[in-house]
């Protein structure tokens, strides 16, 4: 049973961390130690407790630094070859599991280190294992943008752990292959301090994600279509991949779009890479069937220009998209932009998203 205290540590990390995701979006949330027990000086002598789920064991070095496996803790482990079904991760989340399901998790262990040192901190770690490298990819940048403004003053900021990795306010998040491995860091002799909590959080967890990716097997490379997209003018960490209805359009399949920003003005740049012509004009002619959709000459092999609009709130917004061999890209306006200022002056004019999306298309091979 947790106690008040740890409690009332994980309520003010989650005030903290609060406008990093949506209130729909999940927040992790593993089971702390009870406060006695957690960072209790000397727990670290032993050399660190036990991984108690033997396929993950691999993965978790028992020490790391000042931190090691909580020797009093439990492992918790749902999905393949665990103890219990994957709908337990809803024990393990403040909500939203289900996106974890559509994103077809396979596999979720959660366990937590504690600080040797007797400072009172914890750090749950959470590995979840996906079908694929993709959907771990996906839910990745979904985790850091919350398909919110990546320009919002809290945006999780780039952390160097050996694989894409973001460090938010007391959390980082990193994807290595099909892994995606979730730290949040509690003290609650830091509570009433949130500067001083995400500074420790800050020095401590990235070190102890790097220890657990350089474990893990599979590629550190971010999917093609995200590798295809523009460097210059991109926002940091403004990437955001899915596995389907791209933009909300239907038939689209998967792809990366980002976000950049050129002065006061916004756009974004959608790349749908496809292992043959004809599956990239199937993805061209989904846009082509939109309402509205007009033919662009002169442009590519084929392009349309599309106002899509992606929720029911959103402003519509301009896009040109065009195909060029197995590759669809385009280059639209950003519709968080358009919430908040006049579109002739935060909006690529037309001439100017067909310049951009010229010079990607030339580019490609």
């Known amino acids: 049973m947790r106690l008040p205290k740890v409690i009332a540590a994980l309520a003010l990390l989650a005030a903290c961390s609060k406008n990093e995701t949506s209130q729909k979006d999940p927040t992790p949330r593993g089971a702390p130690p009870p406060a006695e027990s957690a960072g209790k000086q000397g727990a670290c002598q032993g050399g660190g407790g036990e991984v108690k789920d033997p396929v993950s064991a691999p993965f978790f070095p028992k020490k790391v630094g000042d931190f090691c496996v909580n020797p009093e803790g439990e492992t918790q482990a749902y999905g393949e070859k665990a103890p219990g079904p994957i709908d337990g991760i809803c024990r393990m989340f403040d909500g939203g599991c289900e996106l974890y399901r559509t994103h077809q998790v396979k596999r979720t262990v959660s366990l937590d280190y504690v600080d040797g040192r007797g400072g009172g901190a914890t750090v749950n770690a959470i590995l979840s294992q996906f079908a694929s490298s993709d959907h771990a990819y996906a839910m990745f940048t979904y985790r850091v943008t919350s398909n919110d403004d990546p320009t919002r003053p809290d945006m999780p900021r780039k952390a160097e752990v050996g694989a894409p990795g973001a460090l938010g306010t007391g959390s980082l998040y990193a994807v290595k292959g099909p892994y995606l491995l979730e730290l949040s860091y509690v003290n609650a002799e830091e509570s009433g ?23 893990l097997p599979g590629s550190a490379t971010p999917p093609a279509a995200v590798a295809l997209l523009p460097s210059e003018q991109l926002i940091p960490m403004g990437v955001s991949f899915t596995m389907s209805k791209t933009l909300g359009v ?45 033919e662009e000459k002169n442009l590519g092999e084929a392009a349309f220009k599309v106002m899509l609009q992606e929720q029911s709130d959103d402003p519509k917004s301009e896009w040109i998209v065009a195909r060029k061999g197995k590759l669809v890209v385009g ?35």
Request: glycine share 10%; aromatic share 4%; no cysteine.
């Open 193 to 215: 301090d949130e500067k001083k909590l995400k500074a420790s959080a800050d020095r401590q967890l990235p070190g102890i994600g790097r220890a657990i990716l350089e474990k």
């Open 250 to 294: 239907e038939g689209t399949g998967n792809g990366a779009h980002g976000f950049y920003k050129d002065g006061d003005r916004r756009y974004r740049v959608l790349v749908l890479p496809r292992e043959d012509q004809d599956q990239a004009k199937d993805v061209l002619k989904s846009f082509g069937k939109l309402k509205g959709a007009q």
């Open 331 to 365: 280059v639209g306006d950003d519709s968080f932009a358009l919430k908040s200022g006049d579109a002739s002056r935060v909006a690529l004019p037309r001439d100017e998203k067909i310049k951009r999306l010229k010079s990607i298309l030339d580019a490609s091979k």
